[in-house]
């Protein structure tokens, strides 16, 4: 079977002497504004029989190639919507100038999701907005506009309610642009947010906001209250990890202590992040074990003096296991390399967690603590 040819502008094609280039046929931009006008509404509500169907479509190829940009816009106004256009043709149009590419971005079912992160990775940022209008927008193209790192493309995403967002870009999106009140208002207003998203912006936005929050998302006073206190717990494990003396963690370790602020979610905190000294130093501070002691006693997490060290720091029973599997992927990363804490660490305690706690759902660290608790809490 005879593959047509390669579309481009530059290469016109033809396959009978309808298709004539307007020089040799003598007509004008003008009749193929309203051959492109009558046709294709005539194509895209279904008014042809199949011969005719077929030839308007060898019509559309030459149209699309026009060198006027009135009569591609003719064309691409009529059929941006057309459920049974040829895909060849929705993406020449999806790769044409902007004003051209538009529509058929915004409407066109033709064009399918490697299409638009296609497109979407060409960096037009007007065309990336058309995408992110769509009336549907999968995880994966939102992902592809949010990777953008563009304000405006994120903000026409977050205003879609059509388009569906991962937990991990909404994530990246907070982490990127969770500073900026346009950005907060428009996640505010979004249908759902994953709890843990919730829980950043709780801690994040205004108080006009915290309670158009509150009140769109129905969150009861107490899950806002336990929302806030881990926001509260996340800053002072990042605070604490600019501490470069064992001194400056053993003086805030006691001062947390004092406050009863060192949760077992903060301590299992500082360990999904990597931080072993500072989990070491915070829970013998909390427990009043000798450091030396309460070293050992990590080391082996199936020893009496860990089992000991557990519950002279109060953390309830059913957390031991979350706190023995956290210490075990900390220690073979530490077997694995010196230094460095990556990402990928983080998910493996993570999912570690999920497959011990089946109640818990896969999802972000954040998302993860604030679970783990909850179970502590309904303990």
């Known amino acids: 079977m005879t593959q047509p040819p390669t579309l481009t502008r530059d290469n016109p094609t033809s396959s009978d002497a309808k298709d004539r280039t307007r020089s040799d046929s003598g007509r004008s931009a003008e009749q193929d504004k309203r051959t492109a006008a009558r046709l294709g509404d005539a194509f895209a509500h279904g008014r042809l029989s199949e ?41 020449m149009l999806a790769d044409d100038i902007e004003a051209v590419a538009v529509p058929i971005l915004k409407y066109s079912i033709v064009l399918t999701d490697e299409d638009l992160v296609s497109i979407i990775g060409d960096g037009n940022t007007v065309k990336q907005q058309a995408i992110a209008q769509r009336s549907t927008v999968s995880e994966l193209v939102s992902g592809a506009l949010v990777s953008t790192g563009k304000k405006a493309v994120v903000d026409t995403l977050l205003a879609n309610d059509g388009a569906r967002i991962s937990d991990d870009s909404f994530q990246t999106v907070v982490d990127v642009f969770g500073g900026e009140p346009e950005v907060q208002a428009l996640l505010v207003d979004r249908p759902t947010l994953p709890i843990a998203v919730k829980e950043q912006l709780v801690n994040l936005v205004s108080e006009d906001l915290q309670k158009r929050l509150i009140e769109k998302h129905a969150l009861p006073e107490v899950l806002v209250g336990k929302m806030i206190s881990h926001g509260r717990e996340r800053a002072l494990v990042q605070s604490l990890e600019t501490a470069t003396s064992n001194y400056e963690i053993e003086a805030a370790a006691m001062r947390l202590c004092l406050k009863g602020a060192l949760t077992p979610t903060l301590l299992l905190r500082t360990l999904c992040v990597g931080r072993l000294d500072l989990f070491a130093i915070c829970i013998a501070t909390l427990a009043r074990f000798p450091s030396a002691k309460t070293r050992a006693a990590l080391a082996d997490t199936q020893s009496t003096d860990f089992h000991s060290l557990i519950e002279r720091s109060r953390i309830p029973a059913h957390l031991t296991d979350a706190f023995r599997i956290a210490l075990d992927v900390v220690f073979d990363v530490r077997c694995q390399r010196a230094i460095g804490w990556e990402k990928a660490d983080e998910k493996r305690i993570i999912q570690r967690l999920v497959h011990v706690y089946d109640r818990l759902s896969p999802d972000t660290l954040e998302s993860v603590l604030y679970q783990l608790g909850s179970l502590e809490a309904e303990a």
């Open 51 to 91: 011969d005719e169907r077929l030839a308007a479509i060898q019509t559309f190829r030459r149209l699309a190639c026009d060198a006027e940009v009135e009569v591609r816009l003719s064309l691409v106004e009529h059929i941006k919507g057309c459920p049974f256009l040829p895909h060849s043709i929705a993406r």
